[in-house]
């Protein structure tokens, strides 16, 4: 083999190039990623929103041992505790070696997805049809949802408490359900508008029925055939559709995608992706790690983090003071010490759609998990900006591990940009920066993923919560 040039050694000396994980990781290690992604994709297909990706994780940490947290009480090195938000949002930890004055270790992620809500008041008849009305959930491109099999997730709570879990559409002897559109012959003014209107807000009704109660004497015969299919199979009543918690998502499964199966086709990898892969990294520690870990599953990123479930209120806070009070340290000095990986996908560069982005600083499909110092739009309004220290850090942990990783950006300036829980976790005085996957159409009901960079992420994860 001829000896290299002095530029060519330079230039592998002083370069940077993202590198495809595919030419760098061997068969075997390939193999590992594609056996890790067949437990994902059934994550997947369970959890459809945030209280179904709480109830898969729970049951997970209790089989490992983990137990529900109590205030007050003063845990010990190798405890394992779990916090359930309200069923829609989740902390897990384990307690490490190093005191809590220290600071701990924090993947924060989300577990809710764009998607279709149902209204207060959904079901009504016209036109001979039943239909759901309903008001979309963050921010989607409504001409998507037209025309696609749908499925209805959920919970409904009777006047007199009970809860009772909705999920129909995704057994294959279940009904499924769909927003109509128009037929090309027939939608001549409808191709008029903008294509943000393709589908109005007010036009994403969902077909649920078309049979009618076989009775004269009674009015909206379909509605009342299908109030009375629910109160047959589940002891509903419309007056119940006022306390329940109703959205519809595609109803299609995780699918590879590719003859080469390399990657995965699916709705919510925005962000399940990232609290899959971190959950997995806490439980697979074999080892008590220095720094307690936290793995943080947050609701409501998707329309800002508010309410008593998102990352803007003081769920992570109030657990920190509960942990640290019974060994006599205050909240704010654990905080100031900690770390956080804030895990968030990220828009991987589309060459269809090459325009929108920056290519020198934008992430790609196959180049691994993605370090994004600042997210933010116009002028970074709304970021954390991670610190150069917090960069290098997570740069030489990630380097050591062998993890493959790259930078990038959401778009170009003045264009893209976007929010993460990030600014929420840094406003506690944590350092944090983002950490995430590289994600092609997303916000999208099919959003597709590498399945070596959903390895890559998980082996990074882990190496964080392990590094002294």
């Known amino acids: 083999m001829p000896e290299k040039t002095k530029g060519e050694f330079l230039q592998e000396k002083l370069c940077y190039e993202v590198k495809n994980a595919g030419e760098e990781m061997s068969e075997q290690e390939l193999a590992k990623a594609d056996g890790f992604c067949e437990a994902y994709k059934a994550f997947l297909d369970y959890a459809k929103m945030e209280r179904e990706a709480v109830e898969f994780a729970v049951s997970v940490l209790e089989e490992r041992g983990y137990r529900a947290f109590e ?15 309200r069923g829609k949002a989740l902390i897990a930890a384990v307690i490490g070696k190093r005191p809590l004055s220290d600071g701990v270790k924090i993947l924060a992620s989300h577990v809710d997805s764009p998607r279709v809500d149902l209204k207060p008041r959904p079901l009504y008849e016209d036109g001979k049809l039943g239909y759901f009305k309903t008001h979309y959930y963050g921010g989607i491109k409504k001409y998507q949802w037209g025309a696609i099999p749908l499925s209805l997730h959920g919970a409904v709570v009777k006047r007199d408490g009970t809860l009772l879990p909705v999920r129909i559409g995704e057994e294959e002897d279940d009904p499924i359900f769909c927003i109509t559109d128009l037929l090309p012959h027939l939608s001549q003014e409808q191709n008029k508008r903008p294509l943000s209107q393709g589908l109005k807000g007010e036009e994403l009704n969902i077909l649920i029925g078309s049979r009618p109660f076989k009775d004269d004497k009674v009015s909206e015969k379909v509605k009342l055939n299908l109030l009375n299919l629910l109160f047959q199979k589940y002891g509903l009543v419309e007056e119940d559709f006022l306390s329940a918690e109703l959205c519809c998502v595609p109803a299609f499964p995780a699918r590879d995608l590719g003859l080469d199966r390399s990657m995965i086709g699916a709705y919510g990898h ?19 790690p220095d720094y307690t870990a936290l793995v943080v599953f947050a609701d409501k990123e998707e329309v800002g983090s508010d309410g008593n479930t998102g990352l803007n209120s003081s769920f992570l806070r109030y657990f920190i003071a509960d942990l640290a009070a019974p060994h006599g340290v205050e909240a704010r000095t654990v905080l100031h010490h900690s770390m956080c990986l804030s895990a968030d996908v990220n828009a991987s560069f589309d060459p269809t759609f090459a325009d929108v982005s920056d290519k020198r600083n934008a992430c790609f499909l196959n180049g691994g998990v993605v370090v994004t110092k600042y997210t933010g739009s116009g002028g970074k309004g709304g970021t954390n900006d991670a610190s150069a220290e917090f960069m290098g850090k997570v740069r030489g942990i990630f380097d050591d591990a062998k993890i493959h990783w790259q930078v990038g950006e959401m778009g170009r300036v003045d264009l893209g940009g976007g929010g993460t ?48």
């Open 421 to 468: 829980v990030a600014k929420f976790v840094s406003a506690l005085d944590v350092d944090t920066v983002d950490i995430g996957i590289p994600v092609l159409s997303m916000h999208s009901p099919f959003e597709v993923v590498s399945k070596t960079d959903i390895y890559d992420a998980y082996l990074g994860f882990g190496a964080f919560l392990r590094a002294e």
């Open 71 to 85: 205030p007050g009480k003063e845990y010990k090195t190798g405890d394992k505790v779990y916090y359930n938000n």
């Open 270 to 288: 925005d962000d399940r992706v990232c609290a899959y892969t971190s959950l997995m990294a806490l439980l697979d520690l074999e080892e008590v």
